[in-house]
T-cell receptor, first 119, second 108 residues
Framework: EVQLLESGGDLVQPGGSLRLSCAAS????????MSWVRQVPGKGLEWVSA????????YYADSLKGRFTISRDNSKDTLFLQVNSLRVEDTAVYYC????????????WGQGTLITVSS | EIVLTQSPGTLSLSLGERATLSCRAS???????LAWYQQKPGQAPRLVIY???SRATGIPDRFSGSGSGTDFTLTISRLEPEDFAVYYC?????????FGGGTKVEIK
């Protein structure tokens, strides 16, 4: 059974940093591209970033480039998102999602981890 | 970027009725690279349709997807209690990946 378990969300002040993790199980992690998708509470979904199976290629939403960094550790079946210079508008639930091969759509999602940016 | 506009914003229907959800793209894209997701309160999204018309694993056949180019539709033939949720479309034809704003299907 595929499982994705995010962690690392927290209450942080504007300008702060966090590192989100997503522990994967139930599939060959290194074979699949992964993404982070976020959702402001009560609002829609926004794709944040993606990474190829071997970690060699990364992609970002233009508005977030430079502040967010995606990475993965295939030896530990774990996906990461380093988020820096956080802004109030970054407050959201952050989901990790498994791509169906490298298609760009997501066949499994984690339960999400909440980042709240507030002073 | 490709902007996806979903309509209506809210659909109020009764059990057993047919639901028709629309997703319109700002640019035409090939390969029908469009997916639909269902999201219930407090839960993660769940894949319903990919490739515009292929049902995901475990999705009942009352769900169907259609369309091409710029206009796509998700149809739920007869609404069951578990179908009341928010539905999002997503294009994966061009980067950045983008989602529509969602359609809420609520009980009338």
């Amino acid at each position: 059974e595929v499982q994705l378990l995010e962690s690392g969300g927290d209450l942080v002040q504007p300008g702060g940093s966090l590192r989100l993790s997503c522990a994967a199980s139930g599939f060959t992690f290194s074979s699949y591209a992964m993404s982070w998708v976020r959702q402001v509470p009560g609002k829609g979904l926004e794709w944040v970033s993606a990474i190829s199976g071997n970690g060699g290629s990364t992609y970002y939403a233009d508005s977030l480039k430079g502040r967010f960094t995606i990475s993965r550790d295939n030896s530990k079946d774990t996906l990461f998102l380093q988020v820096n210079s956080l802004r109030v508008e970054d407050t959201a639930v952050y989901y990790c999602a498994k791509e169906r091969y490298s298609t760009g759509f997501f066949d499994y999602w984690g339960q999400g981890t909440l980042i709240t940016v507030s002073s | 970027e490709i902007v996806l506009t979903q309509s209506p914003g809210t659909l109020s229907l009764s059990l057993g009725e047919r639901a028709t959800l629309s997703c319109r793209a700002s640019q035409s894209f090939s390969n029908n690279n469009l997916a639909w997701y269902q999201q219930k309160p407090g839960q993660a999204p769940r894949l319903v349709i990919y490739g515009a018309s292929s049902r995901a694993t475990g999705i009942p056949d009352r769900f169907s997807g259609s369309g091409s180019g710029t206009d796509f539709t998700l149809t739920i033939s007869r609404l069951e209690p578990e179908d009341f949720a928010v539905y999002y479309c997503q294009q994966y034809s061009r980067s950045p990946l983008t989602f529509g704003g969602g359609t809420k299907v609520e009980i009338k």
